[in-house]
């Protein structure tokens, strides 16, 4: 079983950067590909980030790239989400979400654990 719990979100002004961070427990996060998803109030959740359990793969949603960057940090067991010049689309709560590294994840439900998320909120 794998505990996942984000942190790092806030209420920032536009052009602002915040690091959201996805710590776990239970397992090694390393054997596990994360991404990281936002949900909007009214709309659906939706995909910003992903990286590959070895961290040599990255992909992001067009809107995010060259602003945000997600990366790996084994030695606190945890993958975070820089994102700079953030912006007032941006505000959502930031989830990520883990799913075995043997495994694809097309799905929600493919994904083996999630966290309770973090509210990233950006002021224009």
């Known amino acids: 079983q794998v505990h996942l719990v984000e942190s790092g979100g806030g209420l920032v002004q536009a052009g602002a950067s915040l690091r959201l961070s996805c710590e776990a427990s239970g397992r090694t996060l390393a054997d596990f590909n994360v991404d990281w998803f936002r949900q909007a109030p009214g709309k659906e959740r939706e995909f910003v980030a992903a990286i590959s359990s070895g961290g040599l793969s990255t992909y992001y949603k067009d809107s995010v790239k060259g602003r945000f960057t997600i990366s790996r940090d084994n030695a606190k067991n945890a993958v975070t989400l820089q994102m700079d010049r953030l912006k007032p689309e941006d505000t959502a709560v930031y989830y990520c979400?883990?799913?075995?590294?043997?495994?694809?994840?097309?799905?929600?439900?493919?994904?083996?654990?999630w966290g309770q998320g973090t509210q990233v909120t950006v002021s224009s």
């Open positions: 979400a883990a799913y075995e590294q043997s495994k694809v994840a097309i799905n929600e439900e493919d994904y083996d654990y």
